[in-house]
């Protein structure tokens, strides 16, 4: 029998999901990945916890080996974090049997900004050219998302509002979601390294966003977007389900040509030449949500080879 994964965490890249999936392996029974698992990844034939210990595709990473190799006795149950999983959700959950999901939200505008911040920075790792106009299209690509899950799917949304306002709350909540019985205690040295990340995140010189990334935003705030991503309450997704069916709505026909279109007057052209790179899988999903193909309502094709490369996912690493 495959031991699959308990959980997942997904939602805006610079949204919050790194912090949550760290406050959950700070409880002792908890183990959640960062990023170990690409969207790409056939989440069915994944045995766990062994998974996390061997190289399941072309972006590995090994931050899960130490803590499920010292921890494994004690782990009871496991989970992964990537950002992008709202590319292929409903393919992922229905590999998962339905596994509960955390969706981090956060306002489009400072997901915008920390987009931006991270591409102007020489050091970063974060591609140069995934500006702010990208983070608009991933909040509308996550909307969507959330408007084609399936009625029953298990999730619960998590704003960084709620997660900065008290996390202790918001984290017990999310604890009580994905292991119900679960006390929500969480270790000390954990908390201290995450107290850590945090004020050493805090210290990034900002940079301006462009005009026509702050009209992109505009729209955002026009069709409800921003209000909705900037909530400060943690809730279900049958909550806001409506909102989410009225945000589509009113929201742009095509999202992809919505931010094609605009890329192409992007003043940065590190910015322009990344578009393909965002359009590419962006547009796979689209037709998922919309048609029910591999990138959104339908299950990935069995045969289909888990790839991980780039072009499978626009960069949604390193949140």
């Not at 308990?6 to 939602?11: K, L, N, Q, Y």
């Not at 790792?125 to 990208?134: A, I, M, Q, T, V």
């Not at 030449?273 to 590419?280: G, I, K, Q, S």
Request: charged share 25%; net charge neutral; hydrophobic share 40%.
């Amino acid at each position: 029998m495959v031991r699959k994964l308990d959980f997942i965490v997904f939602g805006m890249p610079r949204g919050g999901t790194s912090a949550v999936a760290r406050y959950i392996s700070a409880v002792e029974p908890l183990h959640c990945g960062q990023e170990v698992m690409t969207i790409s990844t056939d989440h069915s034939t994944l045995d766990i916890p062994d998974a996390f210990l061997t190289p399941v595709n072309d972006r590995w990473n090994d931050s899960s080996v130490a803590a499920v190799t010292a921890n494994r006795d004690r782990i009871r149950l496991y989970g992964n974090k990537t950002p992008t999983y709202f590319y292929r959700l409903n393919g992922v959950l229905a590999e998962l049997d339905n596994a509960p999901a955390i969706a981090c939200i956060r306002d489009p505008h400072s997901v915008a900004l920390s987009y931006s911040t991270r591409a102007s920075n020489t050091k970063d790792r974060w591609n140069s050219g995934r500006r702010g106009l990208f983070a608009v299209g991933d909040a509308l690509m996550l909307v969507h998302a959330l408007h084609h899950a399936p009625q029953d799917a298990k999730i619960l949304i998590m704003p960084q509002k709620a997660l900065l306002a008290d996390w202790r709350k918001a984290m017990s909540r999310a604890i009580e979601h994905i292991a119900p019985g679960v006390a929500p205690e969480f270790g000390e040295q954990a908390l201290a390294e995450i107290d850590h990340i945090k004020t050493r995140q805090t210290r990034r010189d900002k940079v301006e966003l462009e005009k026509i990334e702050q009209r992109a935003l505009n729209r955002l705030d026009r069709i409800g977007l921003t209000a909705l991503f900037d909530r400060d309450t943690v809730c279900d997704l049958d909550d806001i389900r409506e909102d989410l069916a009225r945000i589509v709505a009113d929201g742009p026909g095509n999202a992809i040509g919505f931010i094609r279109k605009l890329a192409v007057d992007h003043p940065d052209e590190l910015a322009r030449n990344f578009a393909d790179r965002w359009v590419n899988p962006a547009k796979r999903a689209w037709q998922g949500f919309n048609g029910g193909g591999a990138g959104g309502s339908a299950a990935r094709n069995p045969a289909q080879k888990p790839t991980g490369t780039p072009a499978e996912d626009p960069d949604g690493s390193e949140d």
